[in-house]
């Protein structure tokens, strides 16, 4: 870790503790504004969001371009940048929304899960700063903060709906009731299907991360030219697997290659296409399945692949079938964001949740562990 950026982030952290600050948390008054913090992977998103008036500012720092060079995200370059970019964009967000401290009710961080030098940046100021400045600070669920992104939107879902989780480290079905009220449906036995976009992004020589490059690349294809696998969807069940199919488009690649192992652009577009459309329908059938099997007729897409434009339209027709209606975020709240957290933490200090003293990271953690708003939260 370069000890210059980090004594950097100390000093940073020390004049922002020492901003005139709120003496205590009002509950009583039933609204609050809170400062959300994202840093589970390679992106920093900083957000405040206030209960009565929405989202007041975000902004967010991609570190695409570092980690761009080695194909995928490297974690301990994530962490310094993250050490770089966290305190000013706090500033910024807080500036541009015209906020001081002692505006701010509680602080809202990413605990997990994610990759823990990453998240252990922004558990660090995210507890430093609610010590600082006397209010309380959450560890919010990553994938809490996903799923309820579609929140934000001016027409939210209404619970129950069943929920489809799909980023870079997960695909998830769930079923929602309420925050913190999670059934885990079903799930990816090998690979997530962000992660499945992103390795056949770099097998047709993409740039990292490959998903919104390869549904790019895909409009240009021909739907009719390839017919690949729909895995795991004549088995019971809502598990999903997306490896062979990674397999599969690997040794369509090499067919396809010429004597120099390259493909023509054309013949590029069609395996994107195909892949893209394995993935989308693989996804619309255990969707279509999971609302059979809750009865439920809402369904809500969040994460990274949410932003895809084909998956939304499929799953459009998929609930068409029940009757029922599809939620999504818009595309910039799809993908990592500090608004979901702060969203997320929101609403658990508004339920009087909140963590004591320690700093949280938790790489691994299993969302359907979370309390539900009603309990008090239980500690690490
Ligand atoms: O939710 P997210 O930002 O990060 C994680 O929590 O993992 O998801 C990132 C993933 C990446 O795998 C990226 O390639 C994928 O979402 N993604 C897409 C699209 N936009 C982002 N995949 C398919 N189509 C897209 N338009
Ligand atoms: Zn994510």
Same mark, same amino acid.
């Given at each position: 870790m370069g000890i210059v950026p980090f004594f950097g982030m100390i000093a940073a952290l020390s004049a922002l503790c020492a901003m005139p600050h709120r003496a205590s948390l009002n509950l009583e008054a039933n609204t609050l504004i809170v400062l959300g913090i994202e840093t589970s992977c390679d992106e920093t998103g900083i957000a405040i969001y206030d209960s009565e008036r929405g989202l007041l500012g975000d902004a967010l720092f991609s570190q695409v371009d570092i980690h761009a060079e080695y194909g995928g995200v490297i974690p301990?370059?994530?962490?310094?940048?993250? &050490?770089?970019?966290?305190?000013?964009? &706090?500033?910024?967000?807080?500036?541009?929304?015209?906020?001081?401290?002692?505006?701010?009710?509680?602080?809202?961080?990413?605990?997990?899960?994610?990759?823990?030098?990453?998240?252990?940046?922004?558990?660090?100021?995210?507890?430093?700063?609610?010590?600082?400045?006397?209010?309380?600070?959450?560890?919010?669920?990553?994938?809490?903060?996903?799923?309820?992104?579609?929140?934000?939107?001016?027409?939210?879902?209404?619970?129950?709906?069943?929920?489809?989780?799909?980023?870079?480290?997960?695909?998830?079905?769930?079923?929602?009731?309420? &925050?913190?009220?999670?059934?885990?449906?079903?799930?990816?036995?090998?690979?997530?299907?962000?992660?499945?976009?992103?390795?056949?992004?770099?097998?047709?020589?993409?740039?990292?991360?490959?998903?919104?490059?390869?549904?790019?690349?895909?409009?240009?294809?021909n739907p009719d030219r390839f017919d690949f696998p729909r895995p795991m969807v004549n088995r019971p069940g809502l598990d999903f697997s997306f490896s062979g199919l990674k397999t599969y488009v690997r040794n369509t690649i090499a067919e396809e290659s010429d004597a120099d192992g390259k493909l023509d652009e054309q013949t590029r577009a069609d395996v994107a296409r195909a892949f893209e459309q394995a993935v989308v329908s693989t996804l619309a059938i255990k969707c279509g399945r999971a609302l059979e099997h809750t009865g439920l007729q809402t369904l809500i897409i969040a994460g990274g692949v949410s932003a895809n434009t084909r998956l939304r339209e499929v799953l459009e027709s998929t609930v068409s079938k029940v009757h029922g209606r599809l939620f999504y975020a818009q595309p910039k709240y799809c993908t990592d964001n500090g608004a979901m957290i702060a969203y997320a933490g929101c609403q658990r200090l508004l339920a009087g949740q909140q963590d004591d003293l320690q700093i949280q990271a938790r790489p691994r953690w299993s969302l359907e562990s979370l309390p539900p708003l009603n309990t008090v939260a239980k500690s690490a």
């Open positions: 301990e370059l994530a962490s310094r940048d993250h &050490i770089r970019k966290t305190l000013p964009l &706090i500033r910024q967000v807080m500036d541009e929304s015209g906020l001081q401290a002692e505006d701010i009710d509680g602080v809202a961080y990413t605990a997990g899960p994610g990759l823990v030098g990453a998240l252990l940046v922004g558990a660090a100021v995210g507890r430093s700063l609610g010590m600082g400045w006397n209010v309380p600070a959450i560890g919010v669920h990553h994938m809490e903060g996903h799923l309820l992104a579609p929140m934000l939107e001016p027409e939210p879902p209404t619970f129950p709906f069943v929920a489809l989780l799909v980023s870079g480290g997960h695909t998830q079905l769930v079923q929602v009731d309420a &925050i913190g009220e999670y059934s885990l449906l079903g799930e990816s036995l090998d690979d997530a299907a962000g992660e499945a976009f992103d390795k056949v992004g770099k097998m047709l020589g993409l740039p990292y991360p490959g998903g919104p490059h390869v549904a790019r690349l895909a409009t240009q294809g």
